[in-house]
């Protein structure tokens, strides 16, 4: 369990496929400090540590998780934000994130505002009834609200602090990321959809 208040960021080094899976090298702050299984937030998925070595560490991504996120982009030097796994004594900061990506979304647009930057995002309409005004979203494992909510699009507001402590400095339109729904609100849309059956 996440909290969407990303640590720090990491740095891909290595990127090597296997089959229909892909291992990936990280580098980063907190590498050394991690222990093998642990549970590691990467851009929003959580990827189990496999191997720490020289201040990086390795996860694999099976099909289903390069699939429904935008893994599947990563190359070596692309920019990760990184979570590490709450405890029971953490402040919930963020929102509620479990690390499981629902699917991607595309950067339609970038608005530099006084003081922020304003990013709005189109993903698939049929995860319309996941997302509300004012509602917590995961971008890239960032826990942001949204506003300016449509069928297809929502908007985003990015403070300073967090643009330059997370990847979202680097993107760009026409960029994919990662959206995780908020988990309270999935669960009440699957009551109503077997309340309907």
């Not at 990280?26 to 937030?41: G, M, P, V, Y």
């Not at 991504?61 to 796994?85: F, H, P, Q, Y």
């Not at 979202?168 to 959809?193: A, S």
């Amino acid at each position: 369990m996440f909290t969407g208040i990303i640590e720090t960021t990491g740095i891909i080094t290595e990127v090597t496929s296997h089959d229909s899976n892909k291992t990936f090298w990280i580098e980063s702050a907190i590498s050394n400090e991690l222990q093998i299984d642990q549970s590691i937030a990467h851009n929003g998925a959580c990827l189990t540590v496999e191997e720490i070595k020289n201040g990086t560490h390795r996860v694999t991504a099976i099909e289903e998780t390069l699939v429904k996120t935008n893994l599947n982009g990563w190359a070596k030097g692309s920019l990760i934000n990184l979570e590490r796994c709450i405890t029971l004594a953490a402040r919930l900061d963020g929102h509620i994130v479990q690390g499981h990506v629902d699917t991607v979304a595309t950067c339609t647009e970038i608005i530099e505002k006084d003081g922020s930057k304003e990013f709005t995002f189109q993903f698939d309409k049929k995860f319309a009834s996941l997302i509300i005004e004012k509602g917590s979203i995961a971008i890239n494992g960032i826990s942001l609200t949204a506003f300016n909510v449509k069928e297809e699009h929502f908007t985003v507001a990015i403070i300073p602090y967090t643009f330059e402590h997370t990847n979202i400095k680097q993107l760009k339109k026409e960029d994919t990321v990662n959206i995780e729904f908020d988990m309270i609100g999935k669960y009440v849309n699957r009551i109503m959809q077997l309340g309907k059956g």
